[in-house]
């Protein structure tokens, strides 16, 4: 399939005019062919018209349908074989390996959305049926079932680029909602976002669709972007990148005269607390565990192990050691984009030129562009706690170790920690009382809570919460992976004494979709 350079604006291919752009191969700086036009306001109108035309429609698709949409487009993107990777690897210089995962993950996730939609327990259907002979006064007949909130805009994240970009969870958990999609492309994959794209325009024409169902857009620079959002045919927004491109967007649709959720995940530093009898039990192991996570992806995750935490002690100085030796024999990776590496090197500056702040290692010297080297940083309690810019994001291979000199001065510190994506203890079950002093505060602060293992990679599945407390995410009741992130895009409407004839199919007598609902309380396929 070619890369023409073009969005996507329900079926037809639209060459933007408000300027242009190029992929540039991060790995080597080249810029890569084709230019893509830049889209504006216009563009903007066009799709969010064709969105809003279509969710009435698209809302009230049977759950089979919805379903076989969403198993056509995993269909599709396998179909585009090897050129998805190949251009992928080009446009984020990530490797082969990870981006074929990858894309495993993006298929897997929209196949179990599928089965979610077929399942119909997403719409929550809930009969309180009438009381006529009730006293003093009869209850009405009161029915429930959740509906899609409208068009919503989704963000493509750049450290992502199949999983959470054009066809990513944002995207799989909108349409599964019944809500159309207008995806905003990240700049630094185009090429991607364009194959995926028209994978995913193929199956709303195969399924026999509404066009308006998805569109892509591109765009140089961020007018496109708030556009998007201040839409007001555009009901949510489903964004992951930084904090401060999430705050504004938080901060346009708020500014809306509809304020409509934004749905944005930031920044988390993921803290792992190397607990006592863990590290006494296997320090070397969790050095080499730990660098293991700090440099995949070159750093460049969401969950990445930023902060950790420990008591003084030998054991602790025994991790260090592995640690220090295992980093300093990382290869240097590249980076995303020259922005995030230049992101990446200003944090690094910041830790090791902080009084204290102790430099323990860095990674292997870097021998080509866009290149970043690994890092390792020490301080203590105290000054962690005397500085709140100790805790900010570094986004890349770069970590902060804090020495403790005792459990109280851990809790201490997790008190004062920002909402996380993640918290991570490494813990032996003598350890047992000190992490259970520690959950109820590791509770409040992340929305994944792991014992043992480390923060990245999500498990795709029914349980996952990959969201959390601000900053992490704007709404820490949600979850940007797994099943439950449908919730995001959904609302409830209850019908009253509503004529059996008018009720949509989910809330009839006799349960023609066969789902779970709750009826007078009781949960059953009633
Ligand atoms: N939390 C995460 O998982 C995650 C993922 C990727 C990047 N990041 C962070 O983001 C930084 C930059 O990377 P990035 O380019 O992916 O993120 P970004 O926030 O700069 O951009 C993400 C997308 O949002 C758009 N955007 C950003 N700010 C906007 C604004 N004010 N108005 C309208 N649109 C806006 C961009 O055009 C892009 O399409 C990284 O250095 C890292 O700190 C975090
Ligand atoms: O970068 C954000 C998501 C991280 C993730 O999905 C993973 O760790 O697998």
């Known amino acids: 399939m070619t890369i023409t350079g073009e969005m996507l604006i329900g079926a037809r291919s639209h060459r933007g005019s408000d300027g242009e752009f190029r992929a540039v191969d991060p790995a080597t700086g080249a810029e890569l062919e084709p230019a893509f036009g830049g889209g504006g306001v216009a563009e903007v109108e066009r799709a969010c018209a064709l969105a809003w035309a279509a969710f009435d429609a698209f809302r009230e698709t049977g759950l089979e349908a919805r379903a076989a949409f969403l198993e056509t487009i995993a269909a599709n993107i396998l179909d585009l074989g090897d050129a998805l990777i190949l251009r992928a690897m080009a446009e984020s210089g990530l490797p082969r390996p990870r981006l074929e995962g990858e894309r495993g993950r993006t298929v897997g ?23 006529p002979e009730r006293k003093p006064l009869p209850r009405p007949d009161v029915r429930q079932r959740h509906i899609p909130l409208g068009p919503v805009a989704v963000f493509g994240a750049s450290n992502f680029p199949l999983a959470f970009s054009v066809a990513g969870g944002d995207t799989a958990s909108a349409l599964a909602a019944g809500c159309p999609v207008v995806v905003k492309g990240h700049s630094a994959h185009p090429g991607t976002s364009e194959l995926v794209g028209r994978a995913i325009q193929a199956a709303v024409a195969s399924c026999g669709l509404p066009e308006g169902v998805f569109s892509l857009l591109f765009g140089v620079g961020n007018p496109i972007g708030t556009a998007l959002v201040t839409d007001p045919r555009i009901k949510a927004v489903g964004f992951t990148g930084s904090r401060g ?34 590290l006494a039990a296997r320090a070397e192991a969790l050095g080499k565990g730990f660098v293991a996570s700090l440099t995949m992806g070159a750093g460049q995750f969401c969950t990445n192990p930023g902060i950790l935490l420990g008591i003084d002690g030998p054991d602790l100085d025994r991790f260090v050691a592995v640690a220090v030796e295992a980093l300093g024999g990382s290869a240097a990776s590249t980076m995303l984009t020259p922005a995030i590496r230049a992101a990446y090197d200003s944090g690094v500056a910041r830790l090791s030129g902080s009084a204290a702040v102790a430099t323990l290692a860095r990674g292997l010297a870097c021998s080509g562009p866009n290149q970043a080297q690994a890092a390792l940083f020490g301080t203590t309690a105290d000054a962690f706690l005397a500085d709140p810019a100790l805790q900010d994001e570094v986004f890349g ?130």
Not at 110 to 119: G, H, I, K
Not at 502 to 518: F, Q, S
Request: with cysteine; aromatic share 4%.
């Open 245 to 278: 491109g999430g705050l504004a967007l938080m901060a346009a649709a708020a500014r809306r005269p509809e304020p409509i959720p934004v749905y944005a995940e930031m920044s988390s530093i993921n803290p792992v607390f190397l607990m006592p009898a863990a």
């Open 109 to 131: 996730q929209l196949r179990l959305f599928a089965q979610t939609v077929r399942e119909g327990g997403w719409l929550e259907a809930r009969i309180d049926p009438a009381q």
């Open 397 to 526: 291979a770069a970590s902060l170790l804090i020495r403790c000199p005792d459990a109280a001065a851990m809790r201490t510190v997790a008190e004062r920690l920002e909402g996380q994506l993640t918290v991570t203890v490494q813990m032996e079950p003598a350890d047992g009382d000190a992490v259970a002093a520690l959950l109820p505060t590791l509770e409040r602060k992340a929305g994944r809570i792991l014992a043992n293992g480390w923060p990245t990679g999500v498990e795709v599945c029914h349980a996952m919460v990959h969201g959390g407390p601000f900053p992490a995410t704007s709404d820490s009741r949600t979850t940007s992976v797994g099943t439950l992130a449908i919730r995001r895009f959904l609302r409830p409407v209850c019908y009253q004494d509503i004529p059996a004839a008018l009720l949509p199919e989910a809330l009839r007598d006799g349960n023609p979709l066969d789902l779970w609902r709750r009826i007078d309380g009781v949960p059953g396929q009633e």
